[in-house]
């Protein structure tokens, strides 16, 4: 009964979401202890035949920091805009949510607030888990945005990368550039590369 709760859920529980599925803490324990289960980190519980996702840093974090947005480098190399490889997961918080304690994966946190925070954001199923992955020009704005964090070849890099696709949008890049506060920035670049 457990096995299948858990292959309904993706493979991938919380021992809270366990227990309000009806799986006792001890039944969690005996399938640790006997390999049906592998324990990812504290309190996070996966099965042990289904293997790990491409994207598991990012379906733990999603489990583990609920309120969290995948964003930055992380977001460009889920949409391929980026040669950069993501050594942390980059994950935006809002404002005055205290710094997750994750063992693993290694992260690194922005805060945001308001349109910012709330403005372009896609639920992408991973395994069946869904993760908070800020949109393609909602990243590439957020990126020159934190250009001084990242580096600004970062931002150019995604926004060339982003400009040789042909599903394209730059009326939404502008909007979200406007959200970010970061349009007059941005728009020099985006000339000389049209």
Known sequence: MAREIFLRCGGILR?????????HPETL???VRHGLLEREERGLYRLAEIEPAGNADLILVAKRVP????????ALSFHDLTTQIP????????QRVKKPKLAYPALHLVWLS???RSA??????????SVPIYNREKTIADCFKFRTRLGLDVAIEALRDYLQLPDRNIDELLRYAAVDRVEKIMR???EALL
Request: hydrophobic share 40%.
């Open 188 to 190: 020099p670049y985006l």
């Open 15 to 23: 021992s809270y979401e366990a227990r309000r599925q009806g799986i």
């Open 67 to 74: 309120q969290g947005v995948v964003c930055l480098i992380s």
């Open 87 to 94: 050594y942390k997961v980059y994950l935006a918080l809002p």
């Open 120 to 129: 372009g954001i896609e639920l992408h199923k991973l395994d069946g888990v």
């Open 114 to 116: 308001g349109e910012a």
């Open 29 to 31: 324990s005996r399938m």
